[in-house]
């Protein structure tokens, strides 16, 4: 009788989703917060059929090579930049990914983020922590979301939920894409540098490519209106943000907020290790979340069961749902 195939957990995961995979697999998966070693994660996934894929993997050719057994990836996520999908298409490996069910949670966050940013609730509330709280001063005064041109770099399915959260503030929104969208109440079309431009808030809703890595430079920057903030809940690396931190210290830029930090992009072989210590440095015009953008516990499991999902359809030999790579077609890049 022959083993059940073996698949590989990267990273600690609901019961409910260890449970579906126990039903008909072995499985070895990460208990601990921390990642795996890339040396480890190879030598875990030697013999392993499918491997359910974090952020924090990156799993490129010689990933690839190095795991001859194994024929589905299924990601946790929905950009796919750490995967070499080329790669394992060659070798016969689908990759999924869960198109959807991280746009609602990541629209919200990025909406705190904008609110967390304008109006100082991170300096206001360090202050009471430090000083204690004497009465109301005029002090901390900040940007509106109302008041405010919003414009959207980005208008896929996060950017597009971005906006429908805004129409509530009766804020103008303006938005940017490469590829035309239809018309959309309340939302303006706009070219990449009018946005820059004319914008209060610059808000980020774009996939990492080759294209777009790198996008808001320094000279990006320097077209967008003095005193503008921008936030980032996409990639980290759509952001210089050595950049971002002379343009804080300038004062052209009013402020940063992000989810997501270039030293995260696993892909890219020049990043940097580490955020930019000026983004952290206490009174820096900055809110920063450590990429919780889908951290919301029933989205969290539904993504999970999702990937799950899709690797044990692999396995049983019938097409997967969120296949990126299929046989003898040329995958593009990334998806947003």
């Not at 903030?229 to 943000?241: F, I, Q």
Request: proline share 5%; aromatic share 6%; with cysteine.
């Amino acid at each position: 009788m022959s083993k059940p195939p073996l698949i590989v957990l990267t990273s600690r995961v609901f019961p409910e989703t260890r449970a579906a995979f126990e039903r008909v697999a072995r499985v070895v998966a990460n208990e601990a917060s921390q990642p795996w070693s890339r040396d480890e994660l190879i030598e875990r996934c030697g013999e392993a059929s499918g491997l359910m894929a974090f952020m924090t993997d990156r799993i490129d050719r010689e990933f690839l090579e190095r795991c001859p057994q194994l024929k589905v990836i299924g990601a946790a996520l929905k950009g796919y930049d750490n995967i070499d999908v080329e790669a394992a298409r060659e070798r016969g490996v689908q990759v999924t990914i869960v198109p959807d069910l991280l746009t609602e949670p990541t629209a919200e966050l990025a909406i705190g983020l904008m609110i967390a940013l304008g109006r100082h609730i991170p300096t206001g509330d360090a202050g009471i922590r430090r000083s204690g709280f004497a009465g109301w001063r005029p002090e901390l005064y900040g940007t509106g979301i109302g008041s405010s041109t919003v414009g959207i770099v980005g208008f896929g399915l996060v950017g597009q939920a971005i906006a429908r959260r805004l129409s509530g503030f009766g804020c103008r929104i303006v938005a940017f894409d490469s590829r035309p969208f239809g018309e959309i109440s309340g939302v303006e079309q706009m070219a990449f540098d009018d946005i820059l431009k004319l914008s209060d808030f610059v808000v980020l809703g774009l996939p990492l490519t080759e294209s777009t890595t790198g996008l808001i430079d320094a000279a990006a920057i320097g077209r967008m209106k003095s005193g503008a903030l921008l936030v980032n809940p996409a990639r980290g690396s759509l952001v210089d943000e050595a950049a971002v931190a002379d343009a804080l210290a300038s004062g052209h830029l009013g402020g940063y907020a992000a989810d997501v930090f270039e030293c995260e992009d696993w892909a890219r072989s020049q990043r940097p290790m580490s955020i930019d210590a000026r983004l952290t440095a206490p009174g820096a015009r900055t809110v920063l979340t450590p990429h919780i953008g889908s951290a919301v516990t029933s989205a969290r499991r539904q993504i999970e069961l999702s990937a799950a999902s899709s690797i044990l359809q692999a396995l049983a030999g019938q097409l997967p749902a969120g296949l990126v790579n299929p046989p003898n077609v040329k995958t593009a890049a990334l998806t947003g």
